[in-house]
C-alpha cells in the first residue's frame, strides 16, 4: 500500500525562500569594489577588495557556469552561500559584473520538526522494504528484534511462532536444513563480524514456500566460542516469479528452436490421433494442420510400409518409456514419395507431454547416395550388369542353394574374341557399344535365376544354378552361335565370336573361388582355337602350376641376367647385302631347357616383369654394339617394345640413360613396336616415339596388316619402316587356296609405305618363291631363314666381320 509522506513544515518553506540574495558584491574584473549586504553576517568590510580569483571558482570566473555554491572563509562563519554572476556590456562603466550571494539553508535535525520528519521516513521505508534486520537469541530460537517483521512475512503471529519448539527454525524446508547448518558451522569458526549468507525456503502459513536470502554474523559468543546472539538481515527472494520467468522464456526458446528447426516434429495419442505437427512439417511434406490434427497417420504414410509402420506406431504407443528410430517413405501432399529417418518416443506417462513423439527429416539425398554407392560397389557403370564383387556374392549364394537342393551348377568365363583389335581400330566408343550390344544378347539367353556379370574389359562371367553338364554346353553353344555373327556396335557391324570356359559345382570344386580360377583356365585353353568352349579339365590346373613355376623363375632370371640374345640378319632384298639385325631374346633354364618368347614374354606381359625385361634386353643391345664397333662392326640393331612399355611413364627417361651409360649413337639402334600396340594409345604412342626419334633412333612398326589400323593415325606416327607379318608371306604359295588375296594384301602395304616414305620389311620369308615373289612387288627388305637363322653374336660377329672385309676388298678392287 503506498505511503503518505508529511510535507514540509511552512517555517522550513519560508527559510528556503524568504530572501532572494543576502549581499550584492558590484566588481571590476580583478576585485570586489562594493559590497551591498542586507545579511549582518556578511560584512562588507572583510570582503570589499578580495580578488575575484580567490573568491569564485574557476568554471564560475571563465564564464563557463553561471552560478556556484561557494564558502567565504573572510566571514568567518560556517556557512555556504550561492553565488550567481551577471555581467555587465563593457564599455559603459568601469564595472564588470555583479555578484549575488544567497544563503544556502541547511536542515537542523536536532530541531523537533525536523526529526519527526526524518523518523515518518525511516518508517515508511523500513515497513516497505524485502528487507529486515533480526536479532537471534541462538539459545532460545526466537527473534529479540525482527519477529514482528517475520511473523507478519509467513502469516503467523508473534505469538504462535514463540510457541512452536524449533521456534523461527521451525519453518525451514527439510531439503534445505542442510545449507542452514553448513552456514552456521562457518559462522561458528569465524571471525566476528565476518558476513556469510544463505538461500533456503521458508514456509508460509498457508502452505506456499518462500524463498529467502539471509547474511549473518556473530554478535556476541560463550567464553567456549559458541554463538549466542547474531544479528543479520533476511530479504525475501522473488525466486517463484523468476523460476516461472525463466520458464516462460525457456518455453518460449525452445519453441523457436523447434518452430524454425528443419527437422520435422509430431505428436500423436494413446489413439494414434495427430495432436501437434510443428511448421517444419508442413513445409516438408506438404501437410498443414487441418490436414492431420485430429487424424491418424494412415494417408501419411507410403502405401507398401503402411503395414509395418501401423505395427511400429502401435508397439511404441502401448509401451510406455518405449522408442524407436526406423527409415519409412511416407507421400508428399502432390503424390511425390519422401524417405524420412524418424525416432519416435513414447512420452504418454508425462504429464507435461502426454503423447508420443516422432522426430524425423528427409534422407532423400542420403537415400540417392546410398543407391549410388550399392550401384557403384556391385555394378559395371557401363552395362549394368553385376560386377566381380557381387558376382562372388551371387555365385556363393547359389552353391548353398545347389548344396542344400543337391543340385549342379555350372560358372562361365566368357571373353570376347578380338575385341582389343576392335576397340583400337574403331575407337573405345564402338568397343563400349559392342559389349551393350553382347550384353543384351546374353541377357536374352539367360533364365531368370541366373547371373550375368561383367568382370573386365571384354570378360562376362555367368553363374547357372540348377544346371546339368548337357544344359550347360546348350547354353554355351547358344552363345557362341549369335556372337560369332556381325553385331551392331553404334553405326558399325563387327564381327567378333567368344571363347568360354566352363566349371561345374560340385564335379570340379565346392569352392567358389576354384570355380572362377577353373572357368577362367578353360577359357583360355578355349581361346587358343577361338569361337570355342571347353570344360575344366585337371590337366589345366597342370597348366596353371607350370605358369606359375615359370613366372617365379623368370623373375628370378631377370634379376640375376640369365637371359641372352640370338641376332637375325635383316638383308637388302636386291643385293642380299646384311642391313641390320633384330635382337632376339632367349631363356636356357637350368631345369627346365630352353623356354620360347611365346610362353615366357606373354607371363612377363601379365605379370609387370616386362619393363624390367625391357631394360635388361636394352642394355644388353648396346651392349653388344659398342663391342662390335670396337672389332670395326657399325650396324644397326633392332629390338622390341611392348604397349605396356609405351605406357610406362619412365621408358624414355630409362632408354637415355642406358644409352649415355654404353655411349652409344642412337643411329646404331631400331626399335620395332606391334601395329596393336602403336594404335593403343595414338597420342602416346606419338609422343614416345617423337622423344626416340630426336635420339636418332629408328623406328619401325612390327607385325603389319595383322591389325587393323586407321590410316590417319598411322600418317601420324614418326615411323621409318613397315614390317609386313609374316603370316601373309607364308600364304604367298600358289598352294594357297588364299593366295591371290594375300598377294594382293601385301602388295596394298608396299603402296601404302611408298605413298608414306616408309620402307617396307618382309618376315618370315622361307623359300625362293615368297623372295621372289616380294622382290617384284618392290619390298625393300627380307628377314628369314632364306637368309639367315638367328644365331648368337659371336657367330654373327664372324659373318659380318667377313661381309665388312668383302666390302672393303670391293672398295679398293
Known sequence: MEQRIKPLDKQLLNRLFSNDYSALLVCSKTHVIKV????????????????????????????????????LP??????????????????????????????????????????????????????????????????????????????????????????????????????????VQQQEEILRQSSDRTVVPVEFRLQHKNGDWLWVQVHSTIYSRTDDGDPLIEIGTIHKMNKGQEAENALRQKDKYYRTLVENSYDCILMYNKDGKVTYISPSVTR???????????????????????????????????????????????????????????????????????????????????????????????????????????????LLRDIESCQAKRSKLAFMYVDLDRFKQINDTLGHSIGDELLISVTEFMKKCLRNGDTLARVGGDEFAIVLPNTEIHEAQAVAERLLRHLKNPIQAGPHRVQSGASIGISMYPDHSDNAEDLFRFADMAMYSAKSARNRFKFYQRKYSQQENKRRMIEKKLKIAIADQQLHLFFQPRVDIISGKITSVEAL?????????????????????????????????????????????????????????????????????????????????????????????????????????????????????????????????LSQLPVDNLKIDKYFVSRLSPNCNDHKVNLNIIQTIISLAQSLNLKTVAEGIETPNQYNTL????CHMGQGIFFYHPMPASQLSKLLSREARLARNTINY
Not at 570589499?48 to 570566473?61: D, F, M, V, Y
Open 36 to 71: 551591498i549586504s542586507i545579511d549582518p553576517v556578511v560584512s562588507p568590510t572583510l570582503l570589499q577588495g578580495t580578488s575575484i580569483e580567490s573568491l569564485l571558482p574557476r568554471s564560475l570566473h571563465n564564464g563557463s557556469e553561471s552560478r556556484a555554491i561557494i564558502t
Open 775 to 778: 622382290k617384284s612387288l618392290g
Open 585 to 713: 631374346c632367349r631363356w636356357d633354364d637350368s631345369e627346365s631347357g630352353s623356354i620360347p618368347p611365346n610362353i615366357f614374354i606373354p607371363i612377363a606381359e601379365e605379370t609387370g616383369l616386362i619393363h624390367d625385361l625391357s631394360q635388361l634386353v636394352t642394355k644388353m643391345v648396346c651392349r653388344q654394339s659398342v663391342e662390335w664397333h670396337g672389332m670395326g662392326i657399325d650396324i644397326p640393331i633392332a629390338f622390341n617394345l611392348s604397349v605396356k612399355d609405351l605406357k610406362y611413364f619412365d621408358l624414355v627417361h630409362n632408354l637415355n640413360d642406358t644409352i649415355s651409360q654404353f655411349g652409344v649413337s642412337g643411329k646404331m639402334l631400331e626399335v620395332e613396336i606391334t601395329e596393336s600396340a602403336a594404335m593403343t594409345d595414338v597420342i602416346n604412342t606419338v609422343k614416345v616415339l617423337n622423344q626416340l626419334q630426336e635420339k636418332g633412333i629408328k623406328l619401325s612398326i612390327d607385325d603389319f596388316g595383322k591389325g587393323y589400323s586407321s590410316l590417319a593415325y
Open 74 to 179: 573572510q566571514l568567518g562563519v560556517d556557512r555556504e552561500f550561492i553565488v550567481s554572476s551577471l555581467k555587465l556590456k563593457k564599455g559603459e562603466s568601469h564595472v564588470d559584473q555583479i555578484l549575488s550571494l544567497q544563503t544556502l539553508p541547511s536542515l537542523n535535525l536536532a530541531s523537533p520538526d525536523i526529526q519527526d520528519v526524518v523518523k515518518d521516513y525511516k518508517e515508511t521505508v523500513i515497513q516497505n522494504s524485502p528487507i529486515f534486520i533480526y536479532v537471534l537469541d541462538c539459545k532460545e530460537k526466537i527473534f529479540s528484534e525482527g519477529l514482528q517483521n517475520y511473523s507478519k512475512l509467513l502469516g503467523y503471529t508473534e505469538q504462535e511462532i514463540m510457541a512452536m519448539n524449533d521456534g523461527v527454525y521451525s519453518f525451514i524446508h527439510p531439503d534445505d536444513f542442510e545449507a
Open 284 to 394: 516438408v511434406t506438404g501437410y498443414s494442420e487441418d490436414d492431420l490434427l485430429g487424424k491418424t497417420l494412415d494417408s501419411f504414410i507410403y502405401e507398401d510400409d503402411r503395414d509395418d509402420a501401423t505395427l511400429n506406431l502401435r508397439y511404441v504407443a502401448e509401451n510406455p518409456g518405449a522408442s524407436s528410430v526406423v527409415e519409412r517413405r511416407i507421400r508428399h501432399k502432390n503424390g511425390d514419395i519422401i524417405w524420412i529417418e524418424s525416432r519416435l518416443a513414447n512420452h504418454l506417462n508425462d504429464p507435461d507431454i502426454q503423447g508420443v513423439t516422432i522426430n524425423f527429416h528427409a534422407i532423400n539425398d542420403r537415400k540417392e547416395a546410398e543407391q549410388e554407392i550399392h550401384r557403384l560397389a556391385n555394378y559395371d557403370s557401363l552395362t549394368g550388369l553385376a560386377n566381380r564383387h557381387l558376382l562372388r556374392n551371387c
